[in-house]
């Protein structure tokens, strides 16, 4: 009895994955135009673009400070550290 619903439970979520491929970050060239445009308007200058842990995360300065700012998948800055 159990085998008739996790078969079908293990094929339902593989085929769901593909739906989320949205939401996944991809570094190419029009998502580092458009992190670069929007940390620039907020006074940055950045240096250098990469991913990490699934964020992006962009190297930066501003007001003399080195930053490490992390966006999300939608262009969302989750965190900016002080880069010692």
Do not use: C, H, W
């Not at 994955?17 to 996944?24: G, L, N, V």
């Not at 991809?26 to 998502?31: G, H, K, V």
């Amino acid at each position: 009895m159990i085998r008739k619903f996790i078969l079908p439970a293990v094929l339902m979520s593989a085929l769901a994955a593909p739906a989320f491929a949205s939401d996944t970050v991809q570094l190419n060239d029009e998502n580092t135009t458009k992190i670069r445009a929007m940390l620039t308007e907020q006074g940055y200058e950045v240096a250098k673009i990469k991913l990490e842990d699934g964020m992006y995360e962009a190297y930066a300065r501003k007001d003399g400070q080195r930053y490490e700012v992390y966006l999300d998948a939608a262009f969302n800055i989750v965190k900016t550290d002080l880069d010692d």
